[in-house]
Structure formats: C-alpha cells, structure tokens
T-cell receptor
Framework: DVKVTQSSRYLVKRTGEKVFLECVQDMDHENMFWYRQDPGLGLRLIYFSYDVKMKEKGDIPEGYSVSREKKERFSLILESASTNQTSMYLC?????????????FGAGTRLSVL | AQKVTQAQTEISVVEKEDVTLDCVYETRDTTYYLFWYKQPPSGELVFLIRRNSFDEQNEISGRYSWNFQKSTSSFNFTITASQVVDSAVYFCAPRVRSGGGADGLTFGKGTHLIIQP
C-alpha cells in the first residue's frame, strides 16, 4: 500500500514563527502536493512538485514556500506564521503523468497559529 | 470562477436509505478525469473512483454507483442501502487546470454525509 506520512497530526505555533510541515511518501512517486482544508472551502492547492527541486504554485501560494530536496520528501514552509494560516494541511503524492493519476493522501496536520 | 459545485453541504439519512451526492463541474478541456474521494472522521482522504471523460458508462461497485453525464457536466454518486460506516465527507474532484498552472486536483467543497442508525 502507498503510504504518505505527515510528521505531525497537531501543531500549535505562535504568530511570526517559522513553521515546517513535513511529508514523506514511500512509493517513489514523482508528484507531490500540498493542500489546505478549511470549513466551507473544501481543499485548495497550495504548491505542487513534479520532481526533485521542482515546484509550481497552486491556487493559494501566498505566505507559503516549499522544499523538495529528496524525491520522497516534500516540505511546506510558513516563513512567518499568521493566524489566517490556521488550518488543516494535507499532503498527497501521485505517479508521474498529468491529469489521470490517483493522488494518495496523508492523514493531515492540523495547525493552530495563536 | 468556481470549477466544481457540490450543492449539498450536509445530508442526513437513516441507515439503509439510498442517498445521492451531486457534483457539477466546469471545464474547457475536451479530455479530463473526474475523481471522488471520501474523508472519514480520521481525516485521511481515500480514493473512490476515477472516470475518463470519454467513458460515459455508469459505474457500479458494490453499494456505490456513479452517474456521469457529460452533456450536463455532472458526476453524481449514489450509495445504496447506506450504512453508518458511510458517514464521511465526500469530495468530487475534476482534474481541471488551475489558474496558477499547477496540475493538482480541484476539489468541491464537499458533502458531509451523516448516516443515522
């Protein structure tokens, strides 16, 4: 089975802190994704990576950056956390190819910024 | 502009009833894929089905069935004889191009399905 692991289920941070959310997948997938999920808004794509060191902006990249130094690991970085970044963050991975591949999701990290 | 609409925010039915979750999407692509995912209370999204836009046959998998109608841009999901374990949030996700150029899924806002015993 594909396994996507997010390092923390719950995180509490202070406004202005630098926050790292880590995601690791064990299926050698080229593509990895970060989404955030908010009540009434569904899931929205933050960033996407199709290869090591490659990244593309999603629909809501402002306030975030990402890092993909190794194929299996995709990190989401909040340079200076703000209260409006309190949310559930979901990581996903998929095999290469555009459009048709199933994305496999981690269990999510619920981040609270105080 | 919103790319996918799941008009039902929350549905509550009694166990063993049939229930249909609606999904309407917008796309200018001629070839695209459509997905449904389930998110149980544990939080992890689980893949249910993928459909190619060229294949308009309905799909049935056990108690689950999907009705894809390209002419109306709809991809509805029906659970027959619902069970308490079906309680979850269900997301429709057409693979449409996002404005940012990325190729992630575009999710609807989800339908929270509650099956009461």
């Amino acid at each position: 089975d594909v396994k996507v692991t997010q390092s923390s289920r719950y995180l509490v941070k202070r406004t202005g802190e630098k926050v790292f959310l880590e995601c690791v997948q064990d299926m050698d997938h080229e593509n990895m994704f970060w989404y955030r999920q908010d009540p009434g808004l569904g899931l929205r794509l933050i960033y996407f990576s199709y290869d090591v060191k490659m990244k593309e902006k999603g629909d809501i990249p402002e306030g975030y950056s990402v890092s993909r130094e190794k194929k299996e690991r995709f990190s989401l970085i909040l340079e200076s956390a703000s209260t409006n970044q309190t949310s559930m963050y979901l990581c996903a991975s998929s095999p290469p190819g555009r459009g048709r591949n199933i994305q496999y999701f981690g269990a999510g990290t619920r981040l609270s910024v105080l | 502009a919103q790319k996918v609409t799941q008009a039902q925010t929350e549905i509550s039915v009694v166990e063993k009833e049939d229930v249909t979750l609606d999904c309407v999407y917008e796309t200018r692509d001629t070839t695209y894929y459509l997905f449904w995912y389930k998110q149980p209370p544990s939080g992890e999204l689980v893949f249910l089905i993928r459909r190619n836009s060229f294949d308009e046959q309905n799909e049935i998998s056990g108690r689950y069935s999907w009705n894809f109608q390209k002419s109306t841009s709809s991809f509805n999901f029906t659970i027959t004889a619902s069970q308490v374990v079906d309680s979850a949030v269900y997301f429709c996700a057409p693979r449409v191009r996002s404005g940012g150029g990325a190729d992630g899924l575009t999710f609807g806002k989800g339908t929270h399905l509650i099956i009461q015993p």
